[in-house]
């Protein structure tokens, strides 16, 4: 079995590019994941591994958050589900070894791709700058208790609870994540950032005013039943694979699908099923009418389409408007003034193209909008997403089965972490019973978000980061910034399965704690433990993992968070830590308690495939607003004006990426190989501004700051994207959005709408 990791940082800057073509979606490329797993994990381990993941006795895939049905496949993952599996249960170790190798400053030089294939953390690792004068900064190995310990000492010397930041990524178990606000809130502080953060929290915003709850509407189910599904702003071939198969489905049993991007996606335009024979080698074209948006169009579009309801006689849904809905007038109003030449310009759609989409949207009764990353990081996004809903609403089409919003978030549990109360405005509500359960008082102001966490550390107001999992650094904005600032602090400390840029960018002391993983086995003192996760959907299940873990020294996350929590409270703390520990089943019980729709989560959660927890406007088309019913809104129009000599640039992921972990260095949907360093633009555009194809440019940034980013060495790609856009991979670019560049509301970075210049490289 082949599992060392690379010795030397691959070049990341001369990529090969081919003609750029839409290759067909969801064929795997079955000989290159599995070479892929192979390399990781051995080939008994892989077959043993993947067989095992999103079954109802095995354990949750750690990518996206995409649903199970009932019956599942025999293989339920995807190809970068198989991937994500593979860097988690690979054989390779960073061992003590690797770090009296690799001082701080080494790394530092190293890329994420480079940094993520070296393997799985074996003990808990302590770096103190300057420790040693004249010396280089290294990690070295530290026991539980002395990194607990370093932990009590930097938190309890702050002067204000507030001073300290617990961050949590997606991939957080409810259990574990139930556990670490409980801490943070004992400890005093609503500082809770998360990676929604960064992605959804514009969803959020806008369907918590909208409909009362800021979760999609829709099961599964209803996406096999719908008339009409509206794809904007996402790619799900790479980001959410699975829900192709779904897409498939839907589109077999006659729906019609729009698909809304300013790039076409191989997902969307030619899926190849590899569950069936049929689909292996035919396919199925998913797209009915492809929409190339300008980037942050889509609320001019929506609004258009949304006046044009309303003027076509007997369209709108007058008896649920009158019922269930409020501000219709106001809506109405708005809409009145939405003019074609105005949304043709903001969308760079031609008239022909929108009188399709509506009369689309006009013959369906049941009609579903799936949205993602390229609606939540724009200033205007929580009036896009709001408008989005004024569409549905305006149709009846919230509670009706084949209907509804479908925002598809990331990370396998970001949304269960959210309903467990990772969130830094929590409802005096969820405050109210975790204060009755546990007889704490919970702190009442708010807290900090990520862009205000990472503001508070560059100006002194912050002093501990501590990382539930994900990669901080990688995945935040204005990255000069965010690292200059995360130097100041006085302690860093990651949970983590593998290294990531994170690790090389530190405060004075910095921990590394090794964590077990998903496809770890997890057995404390009452047994074999098994945590939950929500999907995307609302669907909460149980995990299992299969496999020895990696080393003898970790500890899974709520043992980490336990232990934590009675170093720094000590005994003065009620609360159980040690029985939280021995026994998940106890935090649940909690849980049960506190979370409504957890009731008797035990027994519910022991049900094969779980349970759905109960969502208002969906079941009962009830809305849980300040009004009672669902609202219309109307805020004015907005889509971002870019200058002569400029494009605007949106940041997204390659085929072989999930979030900032970097699985190799090609985009095969795009036809991109062996490099991460391109920037997409239109061969008209390029051809304006003097790009030939393959020259090399340096990107900057142009906000009123008046501050220079600049990303440079960056390869020219002529490809299709829409007139006046461009496009290019994350974190490379992260360091191009500036820091207070985000959404009204949400405070979401504007990662999908940053005007760039070029310049020679």
Known sequence: MATKPPTGDPVQDSPQVTPPKQAAAGLPAIGHTLRIAHQQMGMARTARTLLKVNQKDGFDCPGCAWPEGDKRHTAEFCENGAKAVAEEATLRRVTPAFFAAHPLADLATRSGYWLGQQGRITEPMLLERGATPGDEDRYVPVSWEKAFEVIAEELTALDSPDEALFYTSGRTSNEAAFLFQLFAREFGTNNLPDCSNMCHESSGSALTETIGIGKGSVSLEDLHRADLIIVAGQNPGTNHPRMLSALEKAKTAGARIISVNPLPEAGTERFKNPQTPIGMFRGTALTDLFLQIRIGGDQALFRLLNKLVIETGGATDEAFIREHTHGYEDLAAAAEDADWDETLTATGLTRPEIEQALAMILASERTIVCWAMGLTQHKHSVATIREVVNLLLLRGNIGRPGAGVCPVRGHSNVQGDRTMGIFERPAPAFLDALDREFGITSPRGHGFDVVRSIQALRDGRAKVLFAMGGNFVGATPDTEVTEAAIRRAALTVHVSTKLNRSHAVTGRRALILPTLGRTDKDVQQSGKQFVTVEDSMGMVHASRGNLAPASPHLLSEPAIVARMARAVLGPVSATPWEEFERDYASIRERISRVVPGFEDFNAKVARPGGFQLPHAPRDERRFPTKTGKANFTAAPVEYPRVPAGRLLLQT??????????????????????????????????????????????????????????????????????????????????????????????????????????????
């Open 652 to 761: 997204l992921r390659s085929h072989d990426q999930y979030n900032t972990t970097i699985y190799g260095l090609d985009d095969r949907y795009r036809g991109i190989t062996g490099g991460r360093r391109v920037v997409m633009v239109n061969p008209a555009d390029a051809a304006e501004l003097g790009l030939a194809d393959g020259s090399y440019t340096d990107l900057v940034s142009e906000w009123k700051d008046g501050v220079e980013r600049r990303a440079p060495g960056f390869r020219v790609v002529h490809y299709p994207t829409a007139r006046g856009c461009a496009a290019a991979y994350y974190p490379e670019t992260n360091v191009l959005v500036p820091l207070d560049s985000t959404a009204d509301v949400s405070n979401t970075p504007a990662s999908k709408s940053v005007v760039v210049r070029f310049e020679p490289a």
